[in-house]
Structure formats: C-alpha cells, structure tokens
C-alpha cells in the first residue's frame, strides 16, 4: 500500500508530488503514478523516482490517498476503470476542472470521501494558490492532511463549492491574463529601447514585489496603486490611459466569462 497516487502525472500533478518530496511527508517509495505515455512515465519516475505504471486501476488500488490529475475529457474514462477498486476507506482528491462533487458521487457512490481542489500553475514554482471543498463524509483531519500538501507548494483556502466558477477566473486561470499583461508591458519596454530579456527582469519583479505588498501589507489595491501616483506625474498619467481604454472592464469582462464557461462545464456533467 502507498501513501498516495497521482493518476495522471502532468504539471500540477508534479507541483504536488515535488512540494510532498520536498517536505518529507512522504519518500518516493510512499508514491506511485499513472500515465498512458511511455514517454511521460519514463520522465516522471526519473525526475521524483516514484514508481510508476500505466495501468490506473493499479494506482487506486494501492494508494490511500487517491490524486485524479487528469483531463476533463478523459476522467469518464478513468472513472470506469477504477469503479470497481475505490475502498470505502481511501480518500479520493480531484483537480479535474468542472468536475463537481455531485459528479463523483453519481459517479462513485454518494458516500465518497472526496475533495476538490483548484490549485494554479504558479504552484510550479512554489507561489501556488488552492482552493478546496469536500464531500460530507470527509473529516476536518483529513481537510487538514491535504491542506498540509498544498502548503508544501503555495496557499490554501477552503471555499464553499458554489464559488468555484470564480475561484476558476481568478485563481485557476488568472496566471494567463497577467503573462498577457506582463508581455505588453515589456513589449512597451522594449518600444522604449530596453533589451527584452533586461525588459522581462523588470517586469517580473515589479509584478512579483506588488504581488507581495499586496498580500503582506494587507492594503486595499487601490490605496497601493495611490501610493505611487504622484500629482501631475507620469504614473497617473498612463492610469489615465488605461482607464480611457478601458482596462479594468476588459478584466472584469474576461474575468467573468471564464466563470460563464466554468458554470457551463460543471452543469454539463452534474
């Protein structure tokens, strides 16, 4: 029996399995994964050194702590297969987008032990953000076991299921927007005459130190963004624009289409 299994062992998925080595809450041997590429197992178990195979059934059955990790438009598949292997006792954690924990108890028995979670892509690199809701049957301990994992790679929040769609547009995807956001400015940068590599070294770290100041100084973005506008200056000269050009409706509108779309996935399949 191992500690846990990771069906599907893509990005996210090794995010999880790096920030759990990294912690020590489990060795590599306490670890096995899934994936139909051969390629993709080969790169897995070099990079972790856990075991790994392509058969899913054999990972639901031998983890405790079961890790979905793949697709929305292959976990049908994946349900069939292991359906009949998932133990009363094994406690079963999703990623799978649009996935709700209707859809695993239709699929899986209403009385499963699941948790949903919707980590992002900056858990790649440590700065993860996680949002997290349950089943009825899954205790606060258990909560907390995986709460602990998704400290090892970023935050972690309990929110009720019904802001998922939300926790989608502005956790889940909103990495997008701000690389687009952030490659405009370095284009404007090198517009200006900067080299695009020293352009991205800035930008990087004007967005990361607002990041962080933000979050640390637990001020309003607005009294921030006021903090560096002087009278008369160039910053408040270029808010002027954005503002003309409508910047915060075009986010608010792109925002609030991701959750349409998520909306839409999840009573696809409720």
Do not use: W
């Not at 993860?128 to 995986?146: D, K, R």
Request: glycine share 10%.
């Amino acid at each position: 029996m191992k500690e846990y299994g990771f069906i599907g062992v893509g990005n996210m998925a090794g995010a999880m399995i790096g920030g759990i080595l990294r912690s020590r809450k489990a060795e590599p041997s306490q670890i096995i994964g899934s994936c139909r590429s051969p390629k993709s197992r080969d790169k897995a178990q070099a990079l972790y050194q856990i075991g790994m195979t392509g058969d899913n059934r054999e990972v639901a059955k031998e983890a405790k702590i079961l890790f979905l990790c793949v697709k929305p438009q292959f976990l049908d598949g994946v349900i069939g297969e292991i359906r009949e292997v998932i133990r009363p006792d094994q406690l079963i954690v999703s990623i799978v987008a649009g996935r709700s924990v209707s859809y695993f108890q239709k699929e899986l028995g209403s009385g499963i032990r699941l948790i949903r979670l919707m980590p992002n892509t900056p858990a790649l690199v440590g700065e993860g953000m996680t949002a997290a809701c349950a089943s009825e049957s899954v205790s606060e301990e258990e909560m907390q076991t995986i709460a602990d994992l998704c400290g090892t790679f970023g935050r972690f929040e309990a929110v009720p299921e019904r802001l998922f769609d939300v926790v989608t547009a502005v956790s889940g995807s909103s990495p997008a927007y701000v690389f687009m956001m952030m490659e405009a400015m370095a284009d404007a940068a090198v517009l200006g005459g900067m080299p695009r590599a020293q352009a991205y070294q800035f930008v990087g770290q004007a967005v990361l130190g607002s990041a962080k100041m933000m979050l640390e100084t637990g001020k309003h973005p607005g009294e921030l963004k006021d903090m560096v506008c002087s009278p008369a200056g160039t910053t408040i000269e270029a808010v002027r624009v954005l503002e003309e050009r409508g910047l915060r409706s075009s986010i608010m509108e792109g925002t609030r289409a991701c959750m349409e779309k998520s909306a839409a996935m999840n009573a696809s399949k409720s």
